[in-house]
T-cell receptor, first 110, second 112 residues
């Protein structure tokens, strides 16, 4: 059974810092991995999707990498802003629909 | 751009009542997924439909049922509601040939 773990569970950084969120999964037989952002009580916004054959994807200040063989992905956020404060979830898709991690709650302090 | 529409956005029910949640996928999306997110929890997959047929089943209780209609919208029917059913219910849709699931804003169900 696929299990997804995200470390750290919470992170607080000053504005302007670069930061890395980590995601690991137990079954490397995945089709793709998605990173989502969720604001409190709100829906899920897809940030980046990495196919299993890809190593990384970039969108603006966000860069996500995937090492399928080791079961790891990272989300790099450059020059963090207070508006980046949210919970970031990673989810993997394999033989079953998306399996989510419990998320990293990010606070960017102005 | 059109997004996934869910209705209602908020719903309050008593124990043992029934509830129906609706999901309208993005145009041209033929696959619909339902997820349940309890307080402080990660979303858990419930059930999915492709071309009006159930395509996968997750941790959906027997008290719940769902279907996808000819216009691709989907409904999640929940009966004999329990306090533990209080959660955010998300619908996501996907277009055939593409991998990204697009999530709706969710329906917040509160069972009293």
């Amino acid at each position: 059974k696929q299990e997804v773990t995200q470390i750290p569970a919470a992170l607080s950084v000053p504005e302007g810092e670069n930061l890395v969120l980590n995601c690991s999964f137990t079954d490397s037989a995945i089709y793709n991995l998605q990173w989502f952002r969720q604001d409190p009580g709100k829906g899920l916004t897809s940030l980046l999707l990495i196919q299993s054959s890809q190593r990384e994807q970039t969108s603006g200040r966000l860069n996500a990498s995937l090492d399928k063989s080791s079961g790891r992905s990272t989300l790099y956020i450059a020059a963090s802003q207070p508006g980046d404060s949210a919970t970031y979830l990673c989810a993997v898709s394999g033989n079953t629909p998306l399996v989510f991690g419990k998320g990293t709650r990010l606070s960017v302090i102005a | 751009a059109a997004g996934v529409i869910q209705s209602p956005r908020h719903l309050i029910k008593e124990k043992r009542e029934t509830a129906t949640l609706k999901c309208y996928p993005i145009p041209r999306h033929d696959t619909v997924y339902w997820y349940q997110q309890g307080p402080g929890q990660d979303p858990q997959f419930l059930i999915s439909f492709y071309e009006k047929m159930q395509s996968d089943k997750g941790s959906i209780p027997d008290r719940f049922s769902a279907q996808q209609f000819s216009d691709y919208h989907s409904e999640l029917n929940m009966s004999s509601l329990e306090l533990g059913d209080s959660a955010l219910y998300f619908c996501a849709s996907r277009e055939r040939g593409y991998d990204t699931q697009y999530f709706g804003p969710g329906t917040r169900l509160t069972v009293l």
